[in-house]
């Protein structure tokens, strides 16, 4: 049986303020290396070893290329919902029609419920885990052992069409 796709979302990190401290620490820690190791000015009163200097820069360099590289992809398809947070997820997750008790789109508060962005494994109540990238709105699953997934998205009207489309049980964002 072939599968068809409904929707389909590729979200990558868009939050200026992350690209902002990641950016300036490794300007910051650049130009210490070229005052402090190359033209033998230390920097500061109590300058940082030289090795110091360079894990800080080699740190700041992997996390911008992890940043760039931080993807999240989701599909609603005739299968399921299917997810992968790469470069957490080798494959794709599939959450089947079966396993779905109930699906819809909602508003949440990314702090308080689950810590923050990214893979967050546990919310406050115990029983469910996040993938989100950014923002507020998400597509929440109930399953029928109980646990809760909720994926977020950045086209929380599309989905919530897609879902009401294929008669799941929803309820309104």
């Known amino acids: ?6 929707f389909s979302e590729r979200q990558t990190q868009k939050q200026k303020w992350i ?12 130009f210490a290396i ?11 009163n109590n300058p940082a070893p030289d090795w110091a200097l ?3 820069a080699g740190f700041s360099i992997l996390l911008v290329i992890f940043l760039y590289r931080n993807v999240l992809l989701t599909r ?12 957490f997820h080798r494959k794709e997750r599939i959450v089947s029609w079966k396993q779905i008790k109930k699906a819809y789109v909602r508003v949440y508060d990314p702090l308080p419920e689950y810590g923050g962005w990214g893979l967050r494994t546990v919310d406050t109540k115990g029983n469910g885990i996040a993938i989100n990238m950014m923002g507020k709105i998400g597509l929440q699953l109930e399953l029928h052992n109980g646990k809760n997934i909720l994926i977020g998205t ?8 897609v879902i009401d489309n294929l008669g799941i049980n929803t309820q309104n964002i």
């Open 154 to 161: 950045q086209r929380g009207e599309e989905v919530k069409k």
């Open 19 to 30: 690209w902002f401290v990641v950016w300036l620490i490794l300007l910051m820690s650049v």
């Open 1 to 6: 049986m072939e599968t068809k796709i409904y």
């Open 76 to 87: 609603i398809s005739s299968r399921g919902v299917h997810y992968r947070f790469i470069p």
């Open 54 to 56: 360079y894990l800080i």
């Open 34 to 44: 070229v005052q402090q190791i190359i033209l033998k000015n230390p920097v500061g």
